[in-house]
């Protein structure tokens, strides 16, 4: 921090008016390998001239990129899309090495983004609204989505491909304008999928690009011409933006942090359910906003404790560049030193360490933020490493009599993301569905995270805002809904006398 940018190393830029330009910042930070510490880049906290430029720019562009047809709108997220195919393979490079991510893992963050940008290609039939004729005499009403403005994002670490592409694309699509804020952590990959939106033909000013932290949201959030904001992050800066946007007039969605309970019962298929598990609980170091992060075995199922440690055990610690990796590096060795406080935490508290990640080396990157798996048992939900957050890999194993234990157990927890029954009774499954409290439920599914016809919709504590990003739900968070009410007259001669009441007639 607060070093001047090196000629050695690329700086990373910004994106105001169709133009990528080197920060007049003085704050910097590097981008980091987290599997090697080597420098990859260099990315500016920009300051608040650049930050009102970009603003700016999005305001100018709004004027014209509002009224462009929608089909021209379209054919240009259908060319996105097929830019982002054939790059996926090129940016998931980029991806893995600042995010430390496995390859595969990489691919499939730019691929569930991807899927976001092919749903903006149906604007067409997004957009569409409502009419009924005929309300009133000769009256008729309908609806339009009209675009707000100048929109912005703010993006976490942990998806720098998949979560710019929740925002972007249906917020240009939907006809407002973007400014958006990566995380400041792992920009680079951001950075070429906004390249890409420009070849495929976006206008200068509808995409604008600024890099920072607090100072530059606190700006975003206070500004006078931004009309929306939306945030993924943790659940304090969420908490934050929300009400600081709100504050200040804005329209706000944040998603926020997690605590995801995946509830075994004693009849569910064995090994599918403990391969999930691992899967689910570990892959991408655990650093997934709807990894699972709690088990809870409920009769029975207990004894698939031993199972789950094994399988645990097998899993792979390497960088997310090397062939085999199952769980590459945290991502910066700031979080892993979180993690490690966490897990003493754990067993100062009295849990059971079944599993103990904290001393893994790797060989040729010993340099790296590596933490493998690590699993306790015994875990009551008064201890930090079941209140919170964790994100790395790390699962903690409760014990309950029975499904409404575990229910009541989930409930009560103020995290919302998601949650899963893993069993082959469907009385049960359809049970869990209606009780639980969360807004995203995996029946035998480890991570429900929607498709984007549908919505992301996690909800309580994970939460802030109605709307939530993508499916149906993000063209009404990106436009406004005007209703018309309207009546036309064919003769000049009618004259329905004076209406002095509220009723159409
Ligand atoms: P973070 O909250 O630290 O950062 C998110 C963004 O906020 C970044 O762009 C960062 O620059 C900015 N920021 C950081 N500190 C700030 C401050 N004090 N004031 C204003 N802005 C600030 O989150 P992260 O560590 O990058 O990402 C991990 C978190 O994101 C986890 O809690 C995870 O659960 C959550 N997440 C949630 C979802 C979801 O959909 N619910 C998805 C992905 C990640």
């Not at 963050?109 to 005499?137: K, T």
Request: proline fraction near 5%.
């Amino acid at each position: 921090m607060n070093a001047p940018a090196s000629n050695a190393i690329d700086t990373v830029k910004l994106l105001i008016d169709g133009q990528w330009q080197g920060s007049q910042s003085a704050e910097w930070r590097d981008v980091l390998n987290p599997a090697t510490q080597q420098v990859l880049a260099r990315v500016p906290f920009a300051t608040l001239a650049e930050v009102d430029a970009a603003v700016a720019a999005a305001r100018r562009a709004f004027k014209t990129w509002r009224l462009t047809p929608l089909g021209a709108r379209m054919r240009i997220m259908l060319k996105l899309q097929a830019l982002i195919r054939e790059h996926s393979p090129r940016i998931a490079k980029i991806l893995s090495a600042e995010q430390g991510k496995t390859l595969a893992d990489a691919e499939g963050d730019i691929f569930r983004g991807l899927e976001v940008v092919e749903h903006a290609c149906s604007i067409g039939s997004l957009q569409m609204g409502e009419f009924a004729e005929n309300v009133a005499g000769a009256v008729d009403t309908y609806t339009l989505h009209q675009p707000l403005g100048v929109c912005a994002g703010i993006t976490p670490f942990n998806f720098p491909a998949m979560i710019p592409l929740w925002m972007f694309p249906m917020a240009i699509v939907s006809g407002n304008t973007f400014v958006l804020k990566p995380s400041e952590q792992d920009p680079l990959s951001t950075v070429e999928l906004v390249k890409l939106a420009l070849e495929a033909g976006v206008p200068a000013g509808v995409l604008n690009v600024v890099h920072g932290g607090k100072e530059v949201v606190d700006a975003l959030c206070t500004h006078k011409d931004i009309k929306a904001m939306s945030f993924v992050g943790s659940t304090a800066v969420g908490t934050h933006v929300y009400n600081l946007a709100g504050q200040h007039g804005k329209r706000v969605q944040a998603m926020m942090g997690a605590k995801n309970h995946a509830v075994v019962l004693p009849d569910a298929n064995r090994q599918q359910t403990l391969n999930a598990l691992v899967g689910a609980g570990f892959g991408a170091a655990g650093q997934r906003c709807m990894a699972t992060s709690v088990v809870v075995l409920v009769g029975a199922a207990r004894q698939w404790l031993p199972d789950l440690k094994a399988l645990a055990q097998n899993l792979k610690v390497n960088a997310g560049s090397e062939a085999g990796t199952d769980v590459g590096p945290l991502i910066s060795a700031r979080a892993k030193q979180r993690v490690l406080e966490l897990i003493e935490s754990g067993v100062r508290e009295g849990a059971t360490l079944e599993l103990d990640g904290r001393d893994v080396v790797v060989p040729g990157f010993e340099q790296g933020n590596f933490i493998g798996p690590t699993l306790f048992s015994g875990v009551t939900t008064e201890m930090r490493i079941y209140t919170e957050e964790i994100f790395g890999p790390v699962l903690v194993v409760l014990e309950v009599d029975t499904l409404d234990q575990a229910i009541e157990l989930i409930n009560r927890n103020p995290y919302g993301n998601g949650t899963g029954l893993f069993t082959q009774s469907g009385a049960a499954a359809r049970k869990f569905q209606s009780e639980i409290d969360v807004g995203q439920v995996g029946i035998n599914i480890p991570i429900p995270v929607p498709v984007p016809f549908f919505s992301f919709t996690g909800s309580r504590g994970s939460r802030l805002g109605d709307l939530g990003p993508y499916g149906k739900q993000v063209l009404q968070f990106y436009t406004q809904t005007k209703t018309v009410t309207a009546r036309w007259f064919d003769d000049d001669s009618v004259n329905d006398g004076v209406n002095t009441t509220i009723n159409l007639r």
